[in-house]
């Protein structure tokens, strides 16, 4: 790839990512024109042009021809590796650029654990705690149905006992 | 000839086993640690159906979730069809995956999909509603009880889905 397409080159502009790492410039029939940049850091091993984009890059089926905009955050195609995907149209081409989002990533990784793992462990106590409480209930039911027990033979020997000296 | 590529997602609530039903399927491995995942990891697996055709799985492995967010919305675009994944032992991610399902089909229209109720492997803690299961079935939904760690229905899972896809 030469250079950006001017509309391209305003967009990458005009957008808060860290640095690309990559760019496909894809046609109509979803060929790959030309790529450029470092796609082994992503993971991704080499691509070869005037061939079909789907059958190398699985991820962009059913992606293709893209009317507006798509942009996929966190991306990960190979363990380690995460990225930021646009893309973008233009002149009835499409334009995939993929931005480096590692250390971001692992850095939202960290914070959505934090949350999750507290979450699991709220639900976790409400469950002991429901569990316990069925617990006490069986208790009480069981102490309730020992005493009501424990009258009724009273009672009984009480009217034997009554019987036998009266 | 070319294999068939289809896109296929796995969605569910946070930790209900979408990254191990995943690893268990592509790689025949399974943890017990919990790594959350951020984004999406894309793996893909090809996959010979019963006909003797073969068709090559593009797996979307989407961040866990109870409602359906821009970012998770993004990853949907060209998917043939989805896992919706339930963790059998806790209730909430039931009622999740029902309400992601229908933020699915608005936004990609219906597409074929089958209910994995996981962690089958953990029956003590199960808390599933044997009658809401059959009120589904009845409907014609099809479920499925699996285990990422034993294995259980896993293979199964990802099949009966390709079938109900072609
Ligand atoms: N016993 C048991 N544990 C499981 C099973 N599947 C997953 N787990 C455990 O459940 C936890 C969450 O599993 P993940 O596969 O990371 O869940 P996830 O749905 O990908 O979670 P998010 O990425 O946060 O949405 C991990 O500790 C797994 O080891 C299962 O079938 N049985
Ligand atoms: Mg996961």
Same mark, same amino acid.
């Given at each position: ?7 391209i080159?305003? @967009?990458?502009?005009?957008i ?12 109509e029939y979803?060929t790959?024109?030309s790529w450029?940049?470092?796609l082994?850091y ?5 691509l #070869?042009?005037?061939q079909?984009?789907?059958?190398q890059?699985g ?5 293709l021809p893209?009317?507006? #905009?798509?942009? =996929?955050r966190?991306?990960s195609?190979?363990?380690g @590796?995460?990225?930021h995907v646009?893309i ?6 499409t334009?995939?650029l993929?931005f480096?989002a590692?250390?971001e990533y ?8 934090q949350?999750?793992?507290l979450?699991?462990? #709220?639900? @976790? ?5 429901r569990? =316990?409480?069925?617990k006490?209930i ?8 020992k ?7 009273l009672?009984?020997l009480?009217?034997?006992c ?5 | 000839?070319?294999i ?9 609530d946070? /930790?209900?086993?979408?990254t191990s039903l995943?690893?268990?399927?592509v790689r025949?491995t ?5 790594l ?7 793996d ?10 073969q068709?090559?799985?593009? *797996? +979307? ?9 821009t ?7 060209g ?14 991610? +039931?009622n /999740?995956? *029902?309400?992601?399902?229908l933020a699915?089909?608005?936004q990609?229209?219906?597409k074929?999909?089958?209910?994995? *109720?996981?962690?089958a492997?953990?029956?003590?803690q ?6 809401a ?7 014609g +939904?099809?479920?499925?009880?699996t ?6 229905n896993?293979?199964?899972a990802?099949l009966? *889905? ?5």
């Amino acid at each position: 790839m030469t250079e950006f397409p001017i509309n391209i080159a305003k @967009y990458i502009n005009s957008i808060k990512e860290s640095d690309i790492v990559a760019c496909l410039h894809i046609d109509e029939y979803d060929t790959l024109v030309s790529w450029e940049g470092n796609l082994v850091y992503l993971g991704i091993s080499d691509l #070869t042009i005037n061939q079909s984009i789907t059958s190398q890059l699985g991820f962009l089926e059913g992606m293709l021809p893209a009317i507006d #905009t798509i942009v =996929l955050r966190f991306v990960s195609f190979a363990e380690g @590796y995460y990225t930021h995907v646009h893309i973008v149209s233009c002149d009835n081409n499409t334009y995939v650029l993929l931005f480096d989002a590692t250390f971001e990533y692992k850095q939202q990784q960290k914070m959505q654990q934090q949350i999750n793992d507290l979450k699991l462990l #709220t639900l @976790y106590k409400d469950q002991l705690l429901r569990a =316990l409480e069925e617990k006490n209930i069986n208790i009480k039911q069981v102490h309730k149905f020992k005493n009501q027990f424990i009258i009724k033979k009273l009672q009984s020997l009480a009217t034997a006992c009554k019987k036998k000296f009266y | 000839m070319a294999i068939l590529q289809k896109k296929i997602c796995m969605i569910g609530d946070f /930790s209900v086993g979408k990254t191990s039903l995943v690893a268990k399927f592509v790689r025949q491995t399974f943890s017990d640690k919990y790594l959350t995942t951020v984004g999406v990891k894309i793996d893909t697996k090809l996959l010979k159906l019963p006909d003797g055709n073969q068709v090559k799985f593009i *797996l +979307w492995d989407i961040a866990g979730s109870d409602s359906l967010t821009t970012t998770t919305a993004s990853y949907l675009r060209g998917a043939a069809g989805f896992l919706l994944v339930v963790d059998g032992t806790r209730l909430p991610t +039931w009622n /999740s995956a *029902l309400n992601l399902r229908l933020a699915v089909e608005k936004q990609i229209g219906s597409k074929p999909f089958i209910i994995l *109720l996981n962690k089958a492997d953990l029956q003590e803690q199960w808390e599933m509603n044997e009658q809401a299961i059959e009120e589904k079935t009845k409907q014609g +939904w099809k479920l499925l009880t699996t285990s990422a760690k034993n294995g259980m229905n896993v293979e199964q899972a990802f099949l009966e *889905l390709a079938l109900l896809m072609t």
